[in-house]
């Protein structure tokens, strides 16, 4: 929905963190409900999704801040530090 590598994000254990810039924020949340509502009616599974404004977070004295690091050709992840994604999940 919003194009390949136009935002960072991560995938770990069982989940699954992202983070959407303001203008981003709508659509990302239509996607993540149309992949919850899938996922329920195709296999049964109950995804939960938690959106959370950046001003929550630094309200809690935390932060997120992001890294890219580029791994083979022009392949690249994100890296989050600062704590705001941690207690997000």
Known sequence: VLGSGKFPFI???DGASF????TQVEKGKNALLEVKNSALKKYQI???ILMVPLSEIKKNDLTV???KLQ???EQCVAKFSGGGVAWCE
Request: no cysteine.
């Open 11 to 13: 995938f770990g254990g």
């Open 19 to 22: 983070l959407f810039s303001p």
């Open 46 to 48: 109950e995804l939960r």
């Open 65 to 67: 801040k992001v890294a």
């Open 71 to 73: 791994l083979a050709g």
